[in-house]
């Protein structure tokens, strides 16, 4: 086994291609992780500090700004926005045959296409987040009073900032391993880890380690079932027909389709908490910014509802559960797949080609993706429990930061094995 490892390793170091692409994406990280330590001028950091450690809200957004919200960056909202207008995209599709049409039937040029749409939807998305945050922090006392000529002048440099984000994100796809706004999304946990580490050494007291074993015994299950879940998979025999030409004989060779039990990933996590986090934002905006009547009455009892935990879980719970049966379903198309075996002239054993082919896999699809769908469910809302339980804040925080970055590095370990297995054959 570690002979097998150290020989990928070597190719990985000695094809260039592969040291290219993977020498991109370090440089990508380290170009966000610059961008995250360029703060917006008079902040008050303390008053930060203490608003980001007593609202889980904000705390969970710090995630999608890798770190960024913190220190209140140029690039504070990180890839939010490019995450809230794929959303809103993708759910365009059910509702739009065209561009259901455009992301599904008409290849690369059509997805690129959509991907166009996505990119023009941030700018205004951005501009909307970045008004919300610094008018709220202005009410908060973090940041000094803005007139109408510094709001604009910082509006534009954080939606600047977060459009210079989303394309390093897209260049990190294209031209580096794996997809660049999870692995964005990835660099900004893994930032955050020492000083995480050096608040816990600081803090440490020893009546709290039961509560730290509770953590690590939680951090344990998440990492051993994401990696369980993740690498699972049903295998669906594949037969592909025997053709004689000429003198050849083709085909014949039996081998198989596997269907991943969780198809989409990580996906759903990142979009169910966009999902939260998005109406929250706008809501949290206006009602500090001095609605009043209805609305105002209206605003506060969403927030107020949002901020109980039970509602939160459950809702939490019921968004990654459909997120994960909607993105598979956009992404996984059975009659696509139906089709391109009876083109190859393969088949099911005992299913007839074609419509028939479409509907098995479909069930099956079906069937594991609720194994897949509940598990990814209850992972995401067992830190939240947890932090019921225990009264730990940074547990809610910790666990769905834990459970992306280790849905990032197995994504990332299967790419680059089968770049290598690509090129040993």
């Given at each position: 086994?570690?002979?097998?490892?150290?020989?990928?390793?070597?190719?990985?170091?000695?094809?260039?291609?592969?040291r290219r692409r993977i020498l991109f994406v370090l440089a990508g990280i380290a170009m966000f992780r610059l961008l995250a330590t360029i703060p917006i001028p008079g902040i008050d950091v303390i008053r930060l500090q203490d608003f980001l450690s007593n609202n889980q809200f904000f705390g969970l957004l710090d995630i999608f700004s890798g770190g960024g919200l913190a220190n209140l960056s140029i690039v504070m909202l990180g890839v939010a926005p490019y995450i809230t207008a794929s959303i809103i995209m993708q759910l365009l599709t059910i509702m739009s045959p065209k561009l259901k049409a455009l992301y599904q039937e008409e290849g690369e040029a059509g997805r690129k296409r959509f991907s166009q749409y996505s990119r023009l939807l941030t700018i205004p998305l951005a501009v909307l987040q970045a008004v919300g945050f610094l008018i709220l922090l202005e009410k908060q006392g973090i940041m000094p009073s803005l007139g109408l000529f510094n709001l604009l002048t910082n509006v534009a440099v954080v939606t600047a900032g977060s459009i210079l984000l989303m394309w390093i994100g897209e260049l990190i796809t294209e031209f580096g391993i794996g997809n660049g706004v999870s692995i964005i999304i990835f660099a900004g946990i893994v930032a955050q880890i020492p000083q995480v580490l050096g608040q816990l050494v600081f803090t440490f007291d020893p009546a709290q380690i039961p509560l730290y074993l509770s953590f690590v015994a939680v951090a344990l299950i998440i990492v051993v079932g994401v990696v369980i879940v993740t690498e699972a998979e049903r295998p669906i025999p594949v037969t592909y027909a025997r053709r004689v030409r000429g003198m050849k004989v083709y085909g014949g060779v039996s081998t198989y389709l596997p269907l991943r039990v969780n198809q989409a990933g990580v996906i759903p996590i990142i979009f169910a908490l966009s999902f939260l986090l998005f109406p929250q934002m706008i809501l949290s905006f206006l009602s500090n910014l001095g609605a009043t009547g209805s609305f105002q009455t209206i605003s506060t009892a969403i927030l107020n509802v949002l901020s109980n935990q039970l509602v939160y879980?459950?809702?939490?719970?019921?968004?990654?559960?459909?997120?994960?049966?909607?993105y598979t379903a956009v992404t996984f198309d059975p009659h696509s797949i139906a089709?391109?075996?009876?083109?190859?002239?393969?088949?099911?054993?005992?299913?007839?080609?074609?419509?028939?082919?479409a509907t098995y896999l479909g069930t099956i699809l079906t069937r594991i993706t609720?194994?897949?769908?509940?598990?990814?469910?209850?992972?995401?809302?067992?830190?939240?429990g947890m932090k019921a339980i225990t009264g730990i804040q940074s547990l809610a925080i910790g666990g769905t930061a834990l459970l992306i970055a280790v849905s990032v590095v197995l994504d990332l370990v299967r790419r680059v094995d089968a770049q290598v297995s690509m090129r040993e054959y």
């Open positions: 086994m570690l002979d097998s490892f150290f020989s990928k390793l070597k190719l990985i170091v000695s094809d260039a291609v592969l879980g459950v809702l939490y719970f019921i968004l990654v559960f459909l997120f994960t049966y909607f089709s391109n075996l009876q083109k190859n002239g393969a088949f099911i054993p005992g299913v007839r080609p074609g419509q028939t082919t609720l194994v897949g769908a509940l598990f990814l469910g209850f992972i995401a809302v067992l830190p939240l």
